[in-house]
């Protein structure tokens, strides 16, 4: 019988971080993430990358028209906050005392 591998890849940016956006057309821009999509290696930030979205007429909106929503980003193009300084830092992963994996900000160690 095979072991159960854990796929979920180890991700710098967790929901409720701060983040700044380090590339692309929302560069310079900071928000609160809302989602992480693991397996896409993506997240949603608030007022961020926000694009329109058209909306059919239906029962619920009978209208239809258009709908402003955030897009995902990659999350090469953020960086998160580090609380301690209030500044935005590179971070890393280093076990504790009891073995587990903790985040830490490589500015404040």
Known sequence: ???KKNKQPK??????????????????KEGEVLKVFPDKYRAIVKDVNVVSKHIKPSATSPNG???????????????AKDPATGQFARSGR????????????????
Request: charged share 35%.
């Open 1 to 3: 019988m095979e072991k």
């Open 11 to 28: 991700l710098h940016i967790k929901k409720g971080d701060i983040v700044k956006i380090i590339a692309g057309n929302s560069k310079g």
């Open 65 to 79: 028209g258009i709908e402003k929503t955030e897009a995902p980003v990659h999350l090469s193009n953020l960086m």
């Open 94 to 109: 280093k076990a504790n005392e009891e073995g587990k994996l903790e985040r830490y900000f490589k500015t404040t160690k």
